[in-house]
């Protein structure tokens, strides 16, 4: 098994998580070499960024921060990954007729907002407070139609893919859910409802709907109030 | 036993793989029969999917010379493929295409695949058959089409392909019942909360059908339940035509050259015959000679080729003479239902195709739509299953603490059958791709029967999903499986090829791949392309029996 400091050990994004020591990375030696190099590569320390411009990072990072709540270390270098994908080209391989292909569509979508963020709060986005921030995403989200001259739902799909596939390609992110991530040539021996592997981690928190529902209703209090202070 | 010599005899695919741990035979890959540019060929293939590798297999067999060509690489499991989400990209057609219509359907990694195996290589492995209604729609239910050819006509060619993959699956009660080679997979989460909620509800549910052998068949092992079947199966036990036809087509003498990108069909406009096809591979362009041309480029890729290929005795492009070239291209509605339950479902584990209900399928004579939908269950992978919490409106911390919570949920899938439109087509856009050629728009909008299904297929899956116990219940919409485009007809103005895949008004050409079907039922495509594509096989061959003089001497 490749060496890892113990501090590196079954890290979640932000230290947020319901699957207490639960480690992908401890398998590494249960997994195929091509699998296993792809999945370590994301590890690596970001170098660089080579498609997004200063002025498009100021607002692409803050953006990408708050579409995953992403406030504070350790980060899946979202940014990153999303640049290293749209240096290369790497699309889904479509786009609406009604959007510019995903590289220009992510430079002009990001000009957007920066011009939304002057029209209503007279500064540039990177330089407005979260909440602040957060209003003018709530208000694409928002926006039934026309954004600029292109269809709001479809910038807001362009934003969220490209982010939650950034993040939930990150072992960090796998231990935050429980997910083990590759699984060959291991495979699984124990299916069903509430059968785990002797290494799966069982969800820390009971699983009470009730319970559930309420850690829910806090998480959406909490943004609720990120945007209730944006709009005041 | 029996049964699997029987299938040897006619396809050794499976026992022409290595038994040592690793995926693929590069010796019959190295030892592949090459056939000179300016040698004219019996046969091309443009596509290695479902339908082009069969094809090719089964002609090979025959004595056929073929090559056929593929877009994408020859895969080698244990190189290119991983057992991760994101790094599956490889897999996809992720060359340039436009989509708009009222209600665009996305493609990519959702729609086809390229390289050798096509769009099975990645597909979830669901093979059910089509029921003997969908060849009869318009006749039985005043909707849709009807095709040239029977039920009768396809199923012998069903049970030779369920052996061949083969199939695994409980007695199936539904459409023309009939039994699978292989006995049904222990199923996981997933697949439990389906069972135990289709029970609750009185829905009728059974566990399969899927191309996954249960146990070892031929040299290839069995399934170890990891659940990545959508990101290409590293151990070789999901069936795709990569592994369950190309070695016994390479053993029989096909050519298959990969990474070839068929730039145009050749004709001779006098003749009004083909003459062979253009290519390009590694930036430099190839012309290959043959006396007939199979294209099998699935939905988007064949019609644009069609149309790519005009001449100036086929101005619109080629069998496009009556217009319906790209037309009546079907995507099935899948909306995806999930529920919340206090247990731990893991629906990661086990193969994402696991239990089917097909108790919906026909047209229901009190309801006012016609047709129905079928619903599977699906698994999704952590990054798909983001797409469904987002879908909700979900963002920021709401949306990590919805997917903290994945361990929960179970997924349902429904397919609807929408219906063929006129409307709904593939012209060429206002981009070109890399090599200059125009890429494909797809364009699709809903009918009023086909809302009315998915609203349908929703309140089902809720239904069931709420009978297991789930607390809370979300659902996506999503569409799946592109057919049609280039669909059978028995006239040329309702069609574009004939019953035996002949294209309309060009000799020599043909098209042997999912564009062809004219309805789709609410089974996945895969079986019915693959089993059209072994009669396809067949009626070549018995055409060929007169025709070509020289097959006798081979
Ligand atoms: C995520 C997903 C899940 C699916 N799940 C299921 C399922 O569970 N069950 C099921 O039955 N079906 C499923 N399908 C659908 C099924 O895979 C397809 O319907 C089927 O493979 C289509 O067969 P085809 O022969 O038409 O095309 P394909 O199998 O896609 O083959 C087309 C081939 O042609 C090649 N090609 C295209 N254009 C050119 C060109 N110009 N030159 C050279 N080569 C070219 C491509 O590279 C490709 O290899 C799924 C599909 C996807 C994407
Ligand atoms: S679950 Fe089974 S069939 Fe699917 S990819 Fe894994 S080993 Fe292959």
Known sequence: MPYRSPDRRAITPQGRGRYPGFDVLAQVDLWDDVTAGAVLARLSHPTGLSFFTVAEVAVAAPLLDLLLAQDAEPRVPVLELIDERLAVGETDGWHYDTMPEDGDAWRRTLACLDEDAHSRF???????????????????????????????????????????????????????IGFPGPAYPRGYLNLGVDAREKWEQRDDEPADPVTAGRRVEQARREHAELLDRGTR | ?????????????????PNDGSRTNHRLREDMRHHDLDDEVDLVVVGAGAGGAVLTQRLARAGWRVVCLDAGPFWDPDRDWVSDERGSHGLYWTEPRQIGGADPVPLGSNNSGRGVGGSMVHYAGYTPRFHPSDFRTRT?????ADWPIAYAHLRPYYEAIEAELPVAGQDWPWGDPHRYPHSPHPVGGNGDIFLRGASAAGIEARVGPVAIANGRFG????????????????????????ITHVPDALAHGAEIRADCHVSRVLVDDDAGRVTGVTYLHRGREYRQRARAVAVAGYSI??????????????????????????RYLMVQGAPQSAGRFDEEVRMYKAPPPEVSSEQFYETDPTKPYKRGWSIQTVSPLPITWAEHVVA?????????E?????????????????LPQAGNRVTLGDETDRHGLPVAHFSYSQCDNDKQLLAAAQTTMEEILTAAGAREVITIQRFAHLVGGARMAARPQDGVVDADHRVFGVAGLHVVDGSTLPTQGSANPGLTIMALAARAADRLIAGARVGLAHQAAS
């Open chain 2, 219 to 242: 040299n290839r092992p069995h399934c170890i339940y990891r659940g990545f079947c959508l990101q290409g199966c590293k151990v070789n036990a999901k069936a795709s035509p990569l």
């Open chain 2, 140 to 144: 039985a239910d005043g909707v849709g």
């Open chain 1, 122 to 176: 007279g500064r540039g986005f990177a330089e407005l407070a979260p909440d602040q921030q957060a209003a003018l995403v709530q208000a694409v989200q928002d926006t039934d139609g026309d954004w600029h001259g292109l269809t709001a739902a479809q910038v807001w799909s362009l934003w969220t893919r490209y982010a939650c596939t950034a993040f939930y390609s990150h072992p960090w992110a796998w231990n935050e």
């Open chain 2, 1 to 17: 036993m029996k049964g699997e010599a029987a299938v040897r005899a006619r396809n050794e695919s499976a026992w022409l793989l």
């Open chain 2, 301 to 326: 890729e064949t019609p644009r080729l069609l149309l790519l290929s005009a001449t100036p005795r086929y101005p619109d492009g080629l069998g496009n003479e009556s217009d319906q070239v790209g």
């Open chain 2, 402 to 418: 919805y997917m903290r919570d994945y361990v929960h949920w179970a997924t349902l899938g429904s397919l609807c059958e929408f």
């Open chain 2, 392 to 400: 909700q409106g979900h963002w920021g911390s709401v949306l990590r």
